[in-house]
């Protein structure tokens, strides 16, 4: 039965305190108050626009000089690359999903490549060279002159991620990376976009923002012709 596949819970206990009972008959304490995970959703949704507030006064220039040289490196037949750890992992494929696949339009499938997919790829390099030198290894073998490199990293600190942007400029590939307030710690990058937040969650969703933006401005450049 479904119902005995899910686990059920239930409040056991006298008035001031709370059991939460799971199917498995495992007790988890806990303290019970029903405003807390609305005021945590508060929380995080006016935290989340405070830092929405401060890229929206601060981050334009930047953000479009990105969409221009994302679609200057396509129109002259370069191709993107891009690659980060975790969550920042998982954008860098969403954004060459969208770029292979389409935004919101269907429109031609776009030159991009996402170096954090490829299990063989990835544990060969991890096990033979280092995970440091996960995405400088690909990088080297896969980039060209007049492509555009997009490297992902919360902190600004990751050591795969600052080498990749390093063998990407050595390639002659035009370097951006995402980052958080702190900049890049190490290295540099022809296009820095640092969200003003030392948040990881924050800096992560204002990334996501920040490819959807790019995206947006390609499709445009396709739509018009330009691309």
């Given at each position: 039965m479904v119902a005995a596949a899910v686990a059920e819970s239930r409040i056991r206990g006298g008035a001031g305190a709370a059991v939460r009972w799971l199917r498995t008959g495992v007790a988890s304490p806990q303290s019970y108050n029903p405003r807390m995970t609305a005021q945590r959703f508060a929380d995080h949704f006016q935290a989340h626009q405070k830092v929405i507030d401060a890229c929206i006064a601060s981050l334009g220039p930047a953000s479009d000089a990105v969409a221009s040289a994302l679609i200057g490196c396509i129109s002259s037949g370069g191709k993107i690359l891009a690659f980060g750890n975790g969550g920042s992992a998982t954008q860098a494929s969403h954004l060459v999903e969208e770029l292979i696949g389409r935004f919101k339009e269907t429109r031609r499938s776009l030159p991009a490549v996402s170096l954090v997919g490829d299990s063989g790829v990835i544990t060969c390099i991890a096990n033979d060279f280092g995970y440091g030198a996960l995405f400088e290894r690909q990088v080297e073998g896969l980039a060209q002159r007049g492509d555009a490199v997009v490297g992902i990293t919360t902190s600004g600190r990751s050591e795969n991620v600052l080498r990749g942007l390093e063998a990407a400029k050595k390639k002659g590939a035009t370097t951006i990376v995402l980052c958080g307030k702190h900049g890049l710690m190490a290295g540099d990058a022809d296009h820095v976009v640092a969200v003003p937040s030392d948040e990881g969650a924050h800096i992560q969703e204002v990334h996501l923002m920040l490819l959807h933006v790019w995206?947006?401005?390609?499709?445009?450049?396709?739509?018009?012709?330009?691309?």
């Amino acid at each position: 039965m479904v119902a005995a596949a899910v686990a059920e819970s239930r409040i056991r206990g006298g008035a001031g305190a709370a059991v939460r009972w799971l199917r498995t008959g495992v007790a988890s304490p806990q303290s019970y108050n029903p405003r807390m995970t609305a005021q945590r959703f508060a929380d995080h949704f006016q935290a989340h626009q405070k830092v929405i507030d401060a890229c929206i006064a601060s981050l334009g220039p930047a953000s479009d000089a990105v969409a221009s040289a994302l679609i200057g490196c396509i129109s002259s037949g370069g191709k993107i690359l891009a690659f980060g750890n975790g969550g920042s992992a998982t954008q860098a494929s969403h954004l060459v999903e969208e770029l292979i696949g389409r935004f919101k339009e269907t429109r031609r499938s776009l030159p991009a490549v996402s170096l954090v997919g490829d299990s063989g790829v990835i544990t060969c390099i991890a096990n033979d060279f280092g995970y440091g030198a996960l995405f400088e290894r690909q990088v080297e073998g896969l980039a060209q002159r007049g492509d555009a490199v997009v490297g992902i990293t919360t902190s600004g600190r990751s050591e795969n991620v600052l080498r990749g942007l390093e063998a990407a400029k050595k390639k002659g590939a035009t370097t951006i990376v995402l980052c958080g307030k702190h900049g890049l710690m190490a290295g540099d990058a022809d296009h820095v976009v640092a969200v003003p937040s030392d948040e990881g969650a924050h800096i992560q969703e204002v990334h996501l923002m920040l490819l959807h933006v790019w995206c947006a401005a390609i499709d445009a450049a396709v739509t018009t012709g330009a691309l």
